[in-house]
């Protein structure tokens, strides 16, 4: 059995037609799985509706199954402590993910309070330990700070030692990497992928950046207008594309094929979208 | 350990250590403070021009309209009222850093006396007015926000609007009717002094206070209800909603602090329509207070007396918004930091 299961799975906003239709993907125990596509195509809902932290006027029906625990439809008193605990997340705006009044020590170490009985001392304890995993220097000093004391990367690190900290099985992570410049976000996806290990956990890693997909994931999953059009192991929907749309993807990314001078190929050289017959479109 | 200890050195250390931040807040302290005497420094000045431009003045209202004009000028050189403006400033002022606010030319009452004795009824009014606008206005916003979406959040703010239109002598006079004469609760109106009958003392303030409360949460819980709506849409929100807090919870320990900035704001505002409200309450209600007592001094002309109590009511103001500003420090990290 899969550790995640989502069957079916469509998330409508109000009374507009549905943002997500029919999504099917699992994700094994310790598994690594990007889903990739572009803006509004729907990653970020279907991150949330994993989370259950989809706005309260957005309808999600299907099934997603969490280690067999139907988690659609599950009350807020029965969901609200697995997260952080069961599956966690980790999102893009490093910037402005943690509260700006409270030191960012006292915040990881709330994370084990919550979820854990144990002593402000034995949380402390824990929360330095876990700082120093994701590689922050000086644990002690960071754990005083309040947010806007550190740079982006080392915000970045103390919300990935949120998420991980109690040593969830499935981790979200939402483009934890796209507001980073580039050296610290290899600094902050070498710290994911070591302590994914250590934790032995999952992930569902979020990105439209291939290189970014290539160095954290084994599998993949290619998003398009709300729909997964191409699922499978990376090596192969990066060396045999199915669908044109990845393969538009994939040739984007290939820069060093395009030849000097010459106009940068698009998706749209690859893919596009079938027309759209006026007036079928409200229906939805 | 991560993998390797080499990846770190590009990261800058923490920003700020906690000696910059201590000077930093003095020094803004400092800045607040000056901002503060000034701004008093200017409104003794207005309030004494004000006073002294006003037609008609003390000498004419002390002998009558129909004085001798020889009369009338013969009582202002006594009374000093020929004197320059600022030599009657000053000494106006110099007296009140003494501690000695003036005597009534026509009660012949020292005014520091007589505001010392009614401060404490309307500050009483005012403070337990303000602590239960906002024990009203926390929960019934934060409450709105969280079901804005519902009838039940619609129902809330459509209230808090109706509530917004009311008056608060209407409130008052709607109080004394129902608790007062009908029901028979509470005392329709008049004062007992806290040292003389606590019980009493308390009792008489009860429908004043619920009167000038009930006007001031309803302007209350629409900002506590914005405030809260902009934290349930703010990162940390959700963060915090991510990592396993239920929803009032996670407001308490990361949005209250987080709202109450902007809602601290708007409490030091709303500070001077209180206090415009006491006054009319503490008329609906007998009470003898500093409003009372400002618009009888308005009514007798009783400059000296008018002069004091406004510059009372001011300091006030402006002593709360210079708490208010400080509360900033308290509550937001970010600016006790030198920039």
Request: charged share 15%; glycine share 8%.
């Amino acid at each position: 059995m899969s550790l995640l299961e989502v069957r079916n799975l469509s998330v409508a906003f109000g009374r507009r037609p549905p943002t997500l239709t029919g999504i099917d993907f699992t994700i094994d125990a310790g598994a690594r799985v990007g889903l990739i596509g572009q803006s509004g195509s729907g990653k970020s809902v279907t991150a949330l509706a994993v989370m259950g932290l989809l706005p309260e006027y957005a309808t999600a029906t299907g099934s997603i199954r969490l280690g067999g625990t139907e988690l659609i439809g599950r009350p807020d008193a029965l969901f609200a402590p697995m997260r952080g605990n069961d599956l966690s997340m980790v999102f893009q705006e490093p910037m402005t993910a943690l509260d700006p009044t409270m030191k960012v020590g006292r915040q990881v170490a709330e994370v084990v309070r919550l979820h854990r009985k144990s002593s402000r001392e034995q949380a402390r304890a824990l929360t330095l330990d876990m700082l120093e995993q994701v590689d922050l220097p000086d644990p002690e000093q960071v754990y005083d700070a309040f947010a806007h004391q550190l740079s982006g990367g080392q915000r970045q690190r103390v919300v990935l030692a949120m998420a991980l900290i109690n040593q969830p099985d499935l981790v979200i992570c939402d483009e934890p990497t796209t507001a980073l410049d580039v050296t610290v976000q290899q600094q902050v996806l070498r710290v994911l992928r070591h302590n994914l290990d250590a934790v032995g956990a999952a992930c569902l890693f979020i990105t439209h950046d291939l290189a970014v997909l290539s160095q954290v994931c084994d599998q993949v999953l290619v998003m398009l207008d709300g729909a997964i059009v191409e699922a499978g192991e990376l090596k192969s929907v990066f060396t045999d594309p199915q669908h044109p749309y990845t393969r538009g993807l994939l040739a984007t990314a290939r820069l060093d094929q395009v030849a000097p001078g010459s106009r940068l190929p698009t998706v749209a050289d690859f893919y596009r979208r079938p027309e759209r017959t006026p007036g079928t479109e409200v229906a939805g | 350990m991560a993998g390797s200890g080499t990846a770190t050195g590009s990261a800058p250390a923490v920003r700020g250590g906690t000696a910059s931040r201590r000077g930093g807040v003095l020094v803004r302290i400092l800045i607040r403070l000056g901002v503060f005497l000034a701004s008093l420094l200017v409104a003794s000045l207005i309030i004494f021009w004000v006073c002294n431009a006003l037609p008609g003045n003390v000498a004419q209202a002390m002998l009558g309209q129909s004085a001798d004009p020889a009369a009338v000028r013969a009582l202002e050189e006594q009374l000093g009222l020929n004197r320059p403006f600022f030599v009657r400033y000053g000494e106006w002022i110099g007296g009140m850093l003494t501690g000695d606010m003036g005597t009534s030319y026509l009660t012949h009452q020292q005014v520091g006396v007589q505001i010392a004795e009614k401060f404490g009824v309307t500050a009483w009014l005012v403070g337990f007015a303000m602590v239960l606008a906002l024990l009203i206005a926390v929960p019934v916003g934060t409450f709105a926000a969280l079901r804005r979406r519902h009838w039940a959040g619609f129902v809330t703010s459509g209230l808090s609007q109706l509530g917004l239109a009311i008056p608060a002598f209407w409130a008052g006079i709607m109080a004394v009717w129902l608790f007062g004469v009908w029901l028979r609760w509470f005392p329709a109106n008049g004062y007992v002094p806290l040292t003389e009958d606590p019980a009493q003392w308390l009792a008489h303030l009860v429908l004043p206070v619920c009167s000038l409360a009930l006007v001031q949460s309803a302007v209350l819980v629409r900002y506590v209800r914005s405030a809260t709506i902009e934290v349930l849409s703010e990162d940390y929100y959700r963060t915090a909603r991510a990592v396993g807090w239920r929803e009032i919870p996670a407001l308490l320990r990361h949005g209250l602090r987080n709202a109450s900035l902007s809602v601290v704001t708007v409490l030091g505002l709303q500070l001077t329509t209180l206090l415009v409200g006491a006054i009319v309450i503490e008329q609906v209600f007998a009470l003898p207070g500093l409003g009372s007592l400002l618009l009888q001094a308005v009514a007798q002309r009783d400059l000296v007396m008018v002069q004091g109590t406004v510059l009372v009511l001011v300091l006030a103001v402006l002593l709360v918004n210079f708490l208010v500003d400080l509360s900033y420090l308290l509550l937001d990290p970010r600016l006790r930091e030198r920039r």
